[in-house]
């Protein structure tokens, strides 16, 4: 109800100002009148007005007779509307119940029905239960209402298949000294007919028997299935007695498994014999066959089991180098891999856990390969691993490779009107300066530096980036002798301008490119990352989106913390925590954020909102909008 609780001040305020306001004549001329004067337990009555107040808010309420007008059962506005008709549910307990009619959104009372009964009132009918519907699906849910319980302690209502003995019961649910009221009960999984007896007190004293209950479909199939072969990636089940109904399927479960927990599945539809292929689970343990009637769980057969056994493979791993600059190729081969669909190669740095990889590529069914990977920016000791499959089943691990000591790190951030790049110096005593290339795709930087001449410092702002796009860069340092070393890693940035006040940023589930004021660019240049939904809420590579809005990303791996830093607000959180820090202030996340496929993501709306942005989301088009204030 939108007004129903009032503070003690304003009901005095309205105990008085209604004494003046409501007049006699408004009182007698509303009127109301019900259907019937007799309904039964949650049936139908309808009750007639006219002269209503015509004031907004106006409404009328079903009550106990004798009962105060703030307690009513249920109500229904009729605002403006000086006549019509309402239809209410009766009430399951037995009774007399009257309507009244209120002259807006209060108390101000205007006319009362007259009265109508619910049920036997006089306590001479025998104890019954109503059933919410006669036929029900397997599984789902119900309810059972009853009247003229015992009104001992230990009354309860059990299910039961028709003809068993009073003490078979399947389920049960006590209602002790209660003698009306509903119960919630789960139809049973198995088709049949079934019904509900209620009982006086905790032993089996039947005081009334519902009428039958029907679940599902009671037909009797002679469903079987049989494993007909198991070959080199494969098993064969031959089906026979189908249902012949559309949607009936196969599947394939590990045993023990729940129905809904399928693994694989193929549909047989009006097929009633057949044989079916399946590829061989890639997890070595036990499985069985389920047939099914239709497109739902209700199983009609299982199968006999087979067990997969491990496999042992040997592969190995050879890597291109064991010392590498930061940011630099390099390249692994492999040899002996599984040959299972979603085996993969990581990168990881030495004596991490196998969940915690920096990078990954996929060899799916590839034995022999060579993958080419990026080197980390951060100097310490990596190796690579192989997996089995799409999961962390380690089948080997490469020898141990070196990011150098003393590796330039380049770092670009959106500033304003420009881009910041900051690197550390190089340990080298020739370098003498470092030169900065620029061009607008990834890998894609000119051959000319930025500036005519080297940079002597640690810092340059780049004033002369293209404002509508991201702008890549490497940089190299310089010898006394005028020649060029190695290049840095690669780093990029959306130019900053004086005010990012007023952009708009668009982005999509699943979509690897988001629109800044209407022009679009990819989220996270060469890797394809998306925004994606965890647990209701929409996560994303944050990088671009604040680069773009004039912000910068710093990471620390020690403490797997990301800072977000921009005009007026540092915000701190850390990976698979929920722990955040808003300039410097404690609060929390609903969603920690998380590194997924190697790549940090983090909830937006909490970024977007702790920046004073808005956030709007377009379920349709599962489209997210942010409105830039700051």
């Not at 209660?178 to 509900?196: C, D, I, N, R, V």
Request: aromatic letters at 12%; charged letters at 15%.
């Amino acid at each position: 109800m939108r007004k129903r609780i009032f503070s003690l001040f304003f009901a005095f305020v309205f105990l008085f100002s209604s004494i003046g306001i409501c007049n006699v004549s408004e009182a007698a001329s509303a009127s109301l009148s019900v259907s019937s004067t007799s309904v039964a337990p949650l049936g139908t009555i309808s009750v007639s007005f006219s002269n209503g107040s015509g004031i907004s808010g106006a409404w009328i309420g079903m009550y106990k007779t004798g009962s105060t007008d703030q307690n009513w059962m249920t109500y229904q506005y009729i605002d403006t509307k000086t006549s019509g008709t309402l239809t209410f549910t009766a009430p399951g307990d037995p009774g007399t119940y009257e309507f009244r009619i209120f002259k807006d959104s209060g108390y101000v009372w205007l006319a009362s029905s007259n009265t109508f009964t619910v049920g036997d009132t006089g306590g001479t009918s025998s104890p019954y239960m109503t059933l919410s519907s006669a036929n029900v699906a397997p599984s789902e849910k119900l309810n059972v209402t009853y009247y003229g319980g015992s009104g001992i302690s230990g009354a309860w209502i059990g299910m039961y298949k028709p003809g068993e003995a009073d003490t078979s019961y399947m389920t049960y649910q006590y209602i002790d000294t209660k003698t009306s009221g509903t119960l919630t009960f789960t139809a049973p999984s198995e088709p049949g007919t079934y019904e509900f007896r209620m009982f006086k007190d905790n032993g089996y004293v039947k005081i009334a028997t519902s009428s039958q209950l029907k679940v599902g479909d009671t037909t009797t199939y002679n469903a079987s299935l049989t494993i007909s072969s198991i070959y080199s990636g494969g098993v064969s089940v031959s089906f026979s007695g189908g249902s012949g109904l559309s949607g009936s399927w196969v599947g394939m479960f590990k045993e023990g498994a729940a129905d809904s927990a399928y693994l694989a599945y193929q549909y047989i539809n009006t097929s009633k014999n057949g044989t079916l292929d399946f590829a061989t689970p890639t997890e070595p343990g036990t499985y069985e066959f389920r047939i099914f009637k239709d497109s739902g769980f209700v199983r009609l057969a299982t199968s006999s089991k087979f067990t997969v056994s491990e496999t042992n493979y040997s592969p190995y791993m050879t890597i291109s180098s064991t010392n590498v600059t930061p940011g630099s190729n390099i390249s692994v081969s492999y040899y002996g891999g599984s040959g299972l669909s979603g085996s993969w190669v990581g990168l990881f740095k030495a004596g991490a856990a196998d969940s915690a990889y920096l990078a990954y590529q996929y060899i799916n069914t590839s034995k022999s390969g060579t993958l080419n990977f990026t080197a980390p920016i951060e100097s310490g000791t990596y190796e690579f691993r192989i997996f089995k499959d799409n999961g962390f089943v380690r089948l080997a691990t490469s020898s141990q490779f070196t990011v150098a000591q003393g590796g330039i790190t380049l770092n670009a951030t959106s500033a304003k009107n420009g881009i910041l790049l900051t690197w550390n110096a190089s340990s080298d005593s020739s370098v003498v300066g470092y030169n900065l290339y620029r061009g607008n795709t990834s890998r894609g930087e000119t051959s000319t530096p930025i500036t005519d001449f080297y940079i002597k410092g640690t810092s340059h702002i780049d004033l002369n980036a293209d404002p509508n796009v991201i702008s890549y860069y490497i940089l190299k340092p310089v010898y006394k002798n005028g020649t060029e070393g190695p290049a840095s890693n690669e780093a990029y940035a959306y130019p900053g301008t004086s005010s990012s006040a007023g952009m708009t940023i668009v982005l999509k589930i699943n979509d690897p490119y988001m629109s800044v004021n209407g022009i679009s660019q990819e989220i996270d240049p060469g890797r394809g990352t998306a925004p994606m939904i965890i647990s209701s809420r929409t996560l994303v590579p944050i990088r671009a989106i604040i680069e773009a809005m004039g912000g910068a990303i710093f990471w620390d791996e020690a403490d797997r913390k990301i800072t977000i830093q921009t005009a007026n607000k540092t915000i701190e959180l850390w990976v698979d925590k929920k722990d955040a820090r808003v300039n410097g202030v404690n609060t929390t996340t609903d969603v920690p954020p998380q590194i997924i496929n190697g790549r940090t993501m983090v909830p937006i709306r909490f970024v977007t909102e702790n920046l004073n942005s808005g956030v709007e989301w377009d379920g349709e088009q599962k489209k997210i909008t942010i409105k830039v204030n700051e």
